[in-house]
């Protein structure tokens, strides 16, 4: 006997509001299908009406979690076709933001994880952290969501000496608590039991269906635009590729609390390295007829950004793709098998963004037709009752 | 692998197909091909030189055609693959079935220029509405945004 199970297509916690139709056999999702669409807004549209400069601010607000990986990819390939670059100093500063962001949504997801994990403690924990990240951003540029850094030819906000030490104590503080977290899964087995073989992706499917970012290095493959296509300082910096083999949540867990500690490291040389000079260059109004293919590593992996000018001062076309739709195909490949309790845990593991986690799951029984309306809240109750009564998985231990 | 190699290794694979080769900036190389030999491209660079990757389709509305920009990657760079599809006859060959991870930018091609994507094994629509008017692809250039009326159900005249 199979049912359908819906969920969405209001669906807030995700970029793109989607809905999500499963087919499950009892307690087993057999299938998935996706629904997308409901939060398109037509941007790449309205971009071909703005000038570059406007386009900047429209970028950035595709996403409000790695808003500022949106405008640097955009930067970076307008930079191209303007034909400027900017100063040593400004690039620095973008990419010390770029990184200060991706510790913010680390964290932020390490919270999600633990939170739809039963590990609520966890959850508390890590957004406390990260509160002194979104701080040291809010010092930097005056604002905690849209830092509004990026202008074409450098950035708009200089750092100096006192503002440098304050990042460097934000940093020894978030290093202490993340070498907490480290520790954590070695001493609490329940949690490393409930992450474990959750959610499995393997290597091949991965490879076959374009995963990209932690759920692709999760699944064993290097894959990091940091270190394939080093755009602007990532040729200077040293840092090491995070993977895991393990193919499941507890592998993206590992690769980005792995990942935490290397941003730290090229946060920290960064700012000790940090050139004199100016931190931005004049850019022209208008760009002559070339195209750009411009990538970036986001925190949810890369983000590509294919620009055609025309030579006015408005793009001819910008084409964005962000990285949660290309792990979308992954999702469904996820949540198959897989069974109803870890939906919460599976969807968590693509990392959508978390402004509103309530929302409404409706359950079809299609034996006798009769709906049943859950709160996600209810849903995530239930998983954590199914979860207590069962066994904890002796074998799983913390890979550290 | 330098974009050197890159560029020898590409034009010995590809060979006949090739239509221009560029490189324009460091670890960026645009090929264009001719768009019935698409298929066989695409095998050709999977199997012979691992690009399983796809980072993205590219839709372009340039005047009498389309052009189709496919964005492969893998950790040496990033190879483009461009073809031309006229606007008269607006079909386009599936990879899916090579590359099972460019179904989500193959749909929002057919959604977004109304170009048929021949073999594509789940042709639905990806993101416009079920109530999206027929005949509207909102990223070709001729397209106009026009507010519909509102009619408010059961309102006054």
Same mark, same amino acid.
């Given at each position: 006997?199979?049912?359908?199970?819906?969920?969405?297509?209001?669906?807030?916690?995700?970029?793109?509001?989607?809905?999500?139709?499963?087919?499950?056999?009892?307690?087993?999702?057999?299938?998935?299908?996706?629904?997308?669409?409901?939060?398109?807004?037509?941007?790449?549209?309205?971009?071909?009406?703005?000038?570059?400069?406007?386009?900047?601010?429209?970028?950035?607000?595709?996403?409000?979690?790695?808003?500022?990986?949106?405008?640097?990819?955009?930067?970076?390939?307008?930079?191209?076709?303007?034909?400027?670059?900017?100063?040593?100093?400004?690039?620095?500063?973008?990419?010390?933001?770029?990184?200060?962001?991706?510790?913010?949504?680390?964290?932020?997801?390490?919270?999600?994880?633990?939170?739809?994990?039963?590990?609520?403690?966890?959850?508390?924990?890590?957004?406390?952290?990260?509160?002194?990240?979104?701080?040291?951003?809010?010092?930097?540029?005056?604002?905690?969501?849209?830092?509004?850094?990026?202008?074409?030819?450098?950035?708009?906000?200089?750092?100096?000496?006192?503002?440098?030490?304050?990042?460097?104590?934000?940093?020894?503080?978030?290093?202490?608590?993340?070498?907490?977290?480290?520790?954590?899964?070695?001493?609490?087995?329940?949690?490393?039991?409930?992450?474990?073989?959750?959610?499995?992706?393997?290597?091949?499917?991965?490879?076959?269906?374009?995963?990209?970012?932690?759920?692709?290095?999760?699944?064993?493959?290097?894959?990091?635009?940091?270190?394939?296509?080093?755009?602007?300082?990532?040729?200077?910096?040293?840092?090491?590729?995070?993977?895991?083999?393990?193919?499941?949540?507890?592998?993206?867990?590992?690769?980005?609390?792995?990942?935490?500690?290397?941003?730290?490291?090229?946060?920290?040389?960064?700012?000790?390295?940090?050139?004199?000079?100016?931190?931005?260059?004049?850019?022209?109004?208008?760009?002559?007829?070339?195209?750009?293919?411009?990538?970036?590593?986001?925190?949810?992996?890369?983000?590509?950004?294919?620009?055609?000018?025309?030579?006015?001062?408005?793009?001819?076309?910008?084409?964005?793709?962000?990285?949660?739709?290309?792990?979308?195909?992954?999702?469904?490949?996820?949540?198959?098998?897989?069974?109803?309790?870890?939906?919460?845990?599976?969807?968590?593991?693509?990392?959508?963004?978390?402004?509103?986690?309530?929302?409404?799951?409706?359950?079809?029984?299609?034996?006798?037709?009769?709906?049943?309306?859950?709160?996600?809240?209810?849903?995530?109750?239930?998983?954590?009752?199914?979860?207590?009564?069962?066994?904890?998985?002796?074998?799983?231990?913390?890979?550290? | 692998?330098?974009?050197? *190699?890159? $560029?020898?290794?590409?034009?010995? /694979?590809? #060979?006949?197909?090739?239509?221009? &080769?560029?490189? %324009?900036?460091?670890?960026?190389?645009?090929?264009?091909?001719?768009?019935?030999?698409?298929?066989?491209?695409?095998?050709?660079?999977?199997?012979?030189?691992?690009?399983?990757?796809?980072?993205?389709?590219?839709?372009?509305?340039?005047?009498?055609?389309? *052009?189709? $920009?496919?964005?492969?990657?893998? /950790?040496? #760079?990033?190879?483009?693959?461009? &073809?031309?599809? %006229?606007?008269?006859?607006?079909?386009?060959?599936?990879?899916?079935?090579?590359?099972?991870?460019?179904?989500?930018?193959?749909?929002?091609?057919?959604?977004?220029?109304?170009?048929?994507?021949?073999?594509?094994?789940?042709?639905?629509?990806?993101?416009?509405?079920?109530?999206?008017?027929?005949?509207?692809?909102?990223?070709?250039?001729?397209?106009?945004?026009?507010? %519909?009326?509102?009619?408010?159900?059961?309102?006054?005249?």
């Amino acid at each position: 006997m199979k049912f359908n199970l819906p969920i969405g297509p209001q669906h807030p916690a995700l970029k793109e509001p989607i809905s999500l139709r499963m087919t499950v056999e009892g307690e087993v999702i057999r299938d998935a299908d996706l629904r997308l669409g409901y939060n398109h807004r037509g941007l790449e549209k309205l971009a071909e009406e703005k000038n570059w400069t406007q386009n900047i601010y429209l970028v950035e607000r595709i996403c409000g979690i790695c808003s500022h990986s949106h405008s640097t990819c955009y930067v970076q390939g307008v930079e191209k076709l303007m034909e400027i670059e900017p100063p040593k100093r400004g690039a620095y500063i973008r990419y010390l933001v770029s990184e200060l962001e991706r510790i913010h949504s680390h964290l932020l997801w390490l919270g999600v994880a633990g939170h739809e994990a039963g590990f609520d403690s966890f959850f508390m924990y890590t957004w406390r952290d990260r509160e002194v990240v979104m701080d040291l951003l809010e010092m930097i540029s005056g604002n905690r969501v849209h830092y509004a850094m990026n202008t074409l030819g450098g950035v708009r906000r200089d750092l100096d000496g006192t503002l440098i030490r304050k990042i460097l104590d934000g940093l020894v503080v978030l290093k202490q608590r993340t070498e907490y977290y480290f520790k954590l899964g070695a001493s609490e087995p329940t949690f490393v039991g409930r992450l474990a073989g959750v959610g499995y992706l393997s290597k091949e499917k991965a490879i076959a269906l374009s995963a990209v970012g932690p759920m692709a290095r999760a699944s064993g493959i290097t894959a990091d635009v940091r270190k394939d296509d080093p755009h602007a300082v990532y040729d200077e910096v040293p840092f090491d590729v995070c993977s895991a083999d393990s193919c499941d949540v507890l592998g993206r867990t590992v690769v980005r609390i792995k990942e935490l500690f290397e941003s730290y490291k090229i946060c920290e040389f960064l700012l000790k390295n940090l050139p004199a000079g100016d931190i931005a260059v004049k850019a022209p109004k208008k760009a002559k007829p070339n195209e750009v293919v411009s990538r970036y590593e986001a925190p949810r992996g890369e983000n590509i950004h294919y620009i055609k000018s025309n030579g006015t001062d408005k793009p001819e076309r910008l084409k964005v793709r962000a990285p949660t739709l290309a792990n979308y195909p992954a999702a469904i490949e996820m949540l198959k098998n897989g069974f109803i309790a870890d939906i919460p845990l599976i969807f968590a593991a693509i990392d959508p963004c978390i402004c509103c986690a309530e929302r409404t799951v409706e359950l079809v029984n299609a034996r006798s037709g009769e709906e049943r309306i859950v709160r996600f809240s209810e849903l995530r109750k239930l998983a954590g009752e199914r979860f207590e009564k069962s066994p904890v998985k002796r074998n799983v231990e913390w890979p550290f | 692998m330098t974009d050197l *190699e890159r $560029l020898e290794s590409l034009k010995t /694979a590809l #060979g006949g197909s090739i239509v221009e &080769i560029t490189n %324009p900036a460091r670890r960026r190389i645009f090929v264009t091909v001719d768009r019935a030999n698409l298929a066989a491209v695409m095998t050709t660079l999977r199997d012979r030189l691992g690009f399983i990757y796809i980072a993205t389709i590219s839709g372009v509305d340039a005047g009498e055609a389309y *052009e189709i $920009l496919y964005h492969m990657a893998d /950790a040496h #760079g990033n190879v483009n693959i461009r &073809i031309r599809v %006229p606007k008269a006859d607006g079909h386009v060959t599936s990879i899916t079935p090579i590359i099972p991870g460019a179904i989500f930018y193959e749909r929002e091609l057919q959604d977004m220029f109304g170009l048929v994507v021949d073999g594509l094994p789940d042709p639905r629509p990806l993101i416009m509405p079920d109530d999206w008017p027929a005949g509207n692809y909102p990223l070709r250039k001729d397209w106009k945004f026009e507010r %519909p009326a509102e009619i408010i159900p059961g309102g006054k005249k």
